[in-house]
């Protein structure tokens, strides 16, 4: 497990990576600017810093600049810039990994793992559970029952919203839906980016999942379109 700090002011981006990447075994803290990286290094190590270019007030290459001065943290920079001169400056100012957005979940993940070998962390996770083979091939979802069944065992009881939500992704599981179709299935006219009652829905379902399977919920957040359902999923009855 490696002490994970994100820092990026853009608040959706940072909390799909915090939630992404705990789920995958780390220890994660997000930071919307320099100071609060500060304060939170004040407070514990972290191991692996990532990093956005465009910050308010002290930008991510001076950060990096003086993380690499003063610590052996590992760097991982993000950047909308893609120019070649952007990637120079990142790994100049001591950037182990310069990646530009909008960054693959997955591929960071992948990155962050790679970096940590790199780095000698002990207790590197293994690959995020959506990537795992499950024992049995497929989760079952149930309409008629609203109930979603795991492949080891176990049987989750949906409320009228949760099997809205679950009907949908488990229709075309690996195949991300936006969010706007998921508003318009709940009986929603319009979906606004500040409306955070999906994600707000999503975290209990994840937290009754864990209790009623013993594993994580095998959905994630897409970021700047949706949820996806990353497991196969049987014919539905």
Known sequence: MARIAVVDDEEELRRDLVEFLSGCGH?????????ALAGA???????????????????????????????????IMLSARSLSVDKVVGLEKGADVYCVKPVDLRELEAQLRTLARRLKLSAVPPPPPAAAQPPLPHWRYDDFAWT?????????????????????????????????????????????????????????????????????LPVEAVHGVGYVFTAPVADRP
């Not at 220890?27 to 100071?35: H, L, M, Y």
């Not at 972290?46 to 003063?70: Q, S």
């Not at 998921?182 to 009754?208: C, N, P, Y």
Request: hydrophobic share 40%.
């Open 148 to 216: 979603l069944a795991a492949p080891e065992g176990g049987l989750l009881k949906l409320t009228g919203i949760e099997r809205v939500f679950v009907s949908l992704l488990t229709a075309r599981p690996g195949e991300p839906v936006p969010r706007k179709d998921i508003f318009q299935a709940l009986g929603k006219r319009d979906w606004h980016g500040e409306d955070r009652s999906i994600d707000s829905m999503v975290r209990r379902l994840r937290t009754k999942a864990q209790a009623a399977f013993g594993r994580p």
């Open 27 to 35: 220890q994660v803290r997000g930071c919307a600017d320099g100071a």
């Open 41 to 75: 290094m004040a407070e514990q190590p972290f191991d692996i810093v990532i990093l956005d270019v465009n910050l308010p007030g002290e930008d991510g290459f001076t950060i990096a600049g003086r993380l690499r001065e003063r610590t052996e943290v590992g760097i």
